[in-house]
């Protein structure tokens, strides 16, 4: 929405009332393939939304916007976006050694970092259905 001028969701409202909505990238419409630029430009946008329109609806934590980037869009495909049993095995594994931090980081403030941080010299593999295709 933001490359095509559209308006900026009110993703956290949607959510929050039992709303299925899930994250993709769409080149016609952006500007980009990255799901992870996706997550950082909805965690973006969203701020924006919050600061400069609706206080209302709060910005999209790093969490939710994770969630629509893996389970909320893979729910629209059936069992994809998860790792738990049952699911398709469709994966992305990262290298962040690029990306020198002077602290031990957690985990997730790896994952997070990548998100705002990474390009795609990070990806090292790619898996769908189970079969590697990088």
Not at 33 to 45: D, F, G, N, V
Not at 74 to 103: C, I, K, R
Request: proline share 3%.
């Amino acid at each position: 929405n933001i490359n095509l001028s559209s308006g900026v969701a009110p993703v956290s409202r949607f959510l929050d009332n039992g709303l299925k909505v899930g994250l993709a990238t769409d080149v016609a419409g952006g500007s980009h393939e990255s799901i992870l630029r996706a997550m950082m430009h909805a965690i973006q946008a969203s701020k924006l939304r919050w600061r400069l329109y609706d206080q209302e609806v709060k910005p999209l934590p790093f969490e939710r916007a994770f969630y629509l980037a893996t389970m909320g869009g893979g729910a629209f495909f059936g069992n994809v976006g998860s790792f738990l049993e049952g699911y398709e095995f469709d994966a992305v594994v990262l290298d962040d050694a690029s990306l020198d931090h002077p602290q031990e980081l957690s985990v997730r403030a790896r994952l997070e970092r990548l998100v705002y941080l990474a390009d795609e010299r990070c990806v090292r593999e790619k898996y769908v259905a189970g079969e590697k295709v990088l």
